[in-house]
């Protein structure tokens, strides 16, 4: 069973940068398409980035230029280095591992991190 273990969080202020961990285990990482999603207080959880297990990248609009994601398949791990936080940057992360081979099985959202609290102060 794949495990996602997150490290990195923490209080920034506004243009300040943090850089987001995810150690996965208990399968073959270079399986996954790996993102980072967050969710801020009354609102949903959203797709920030991703990396395919073909390292393709993609970035929601609001974090293009300013965040960047990248795997190491020979050390499990995915990162997010954030720059330029924003306020509206504040949110729990989560490290998601997506299996495409799975894509399709009823209630399959991947494996998730327990989550880590960004806060950006202004």
């Known amino acids: 069973q794949v495990q996602l273990v997150e490290s990195g969080g923490g209080l920034v202020q506004a243009g300040g940068s943090l850089r987001l961990s995810c150690a996965v285990s208990?399968?073959?990482?270079?399986?996954?398409?790996m993102g980072w999603y967050r969710q801020a207080p009354g609102k949903q959880r959203e797709l920030v980035a991703s990396?395919?297990?073909?390292?393709?990248?993609t970035y929601s609009d609001g974090v293009k230029g300013r965040f960047t994601i990248s795997r190491d398949n020979a050390k499990n791990t995915v990162l997010l280095q954030m720059e330029s936080l924003q306020p509206e940057d504040t949110a729990v992360y989560y490290c998601?591992?997506?299996?495409?081979?799975?894509?399709?099985?009823?209630?399959?959202?991947?494996?998730w991190g327990q989550g880590s609290q960004v806060t950006v102060s202004s």
């Open positions: 990396v395919s297990n073909v390292y393709t990248t």
């Open positions: 998601n591992a997506y299996n495409e081979n799975y894509r399709g099985t009823p209630g399959y959202t991947g494996a």
């Open positions: 208990g399968s073959i990482f270079s399986l996954y398409d």
